[in-house]
């Protein structure tokens, strides 16, 4: 129960704290001070007091599509186990929903964005799921991995044996391999760099700002709090593959979880610092790096 409670409230309350330690630490690269790791708080809270401007051109599916976005994250994140604690829902063949459910929040974005009518934001769009159709099937072969190792077709069952070291030392590679293509998908997802820059607005480098420009108030913070929460429920997922629990004590494996979200968000922070945006025309030659890791890792273990 206690688990769950903390589940529940690190989940709602923890993912803009992300981006606030990848903003900081991006602006200490530069030699800034930077804002407050509590400002995108701020930011969000000062969003939804806002009043919103709608264009007479778009229908309910405008102001529907981020609502659907966020409560299909939510979702998603009540099938992940943080830490060394039990997902609060869990069944067999759950990694697919996990995975349709970001499709479906996919889905309500890019539809809310395609319904302002503007050719903008439709070369945005465009752009999004093109990126998409390479992500998830590196995402499935990073599953498929798992289940293979674990014997189990529940998400949590894959990650909680990842994470409690229960596979044999001969997997490494497999591991390495997928965690690397996770890595990738979590640039990828979250339009970071070299992917994508969230801070940009040159038309022609834009991806998911481009989408929701026409977003204000309430709408637009509802995405940025979903934009938030999908680095979080993403990095859980990478967090699981790659740093073991070897406690079994909430104690101490709730501050290890923590802290290694944190350094997380300080490795992304430090890369869009360390490296620039790929041009558009090399980004599929990324994702296509993130599809051949899983696949080879997969093969590996089928051979």
Known sequence: MIDSLVHVFLVLLFPPLLLGVINKTKAKF?????????????DIVKLLRKSMVLSSTTTWVFRLGPVVSLASILAASALVPLGNSRAPISFVGDFLLFAYLFGLARFFTTSASLDTGSAFEGMGTARELTFAALTEPAMFFAFLVLARLSGSLALGGMLRSASSIAYPVGSAAPFVMIALGLFIILLAENSR?????????????????????????????????????????????????????????????WPIFIAGMLGLALLVGAIESLIARLRMPRVPSLLIAAILLCGSAFIMLVR
Request: net charge negative; charged share 15%; proline share 9%.
């Open 30 to 42: 530069a030699g800034r001070k930077g804002a407050p790791f509590l400002q995108p708080y701020h």
């Open 193 to 253: 760099i070299p992917v994508d820059d969230p801070t940009t607005h040159l038309e022609l480098t834009m991806i998911h700002e481009v989408m929701v420009l026409d977003h204000s108030g309430p709408l637009l913070g509802i995405i940025e709090y979903a934009s938030a929460l999908k680095l979080f429920v993403l990095g859980s997922v990478l967090l699981d593959v790659v740093l073991p629990w070897r406690f079994g004590n909430p104690l101490f494996d």
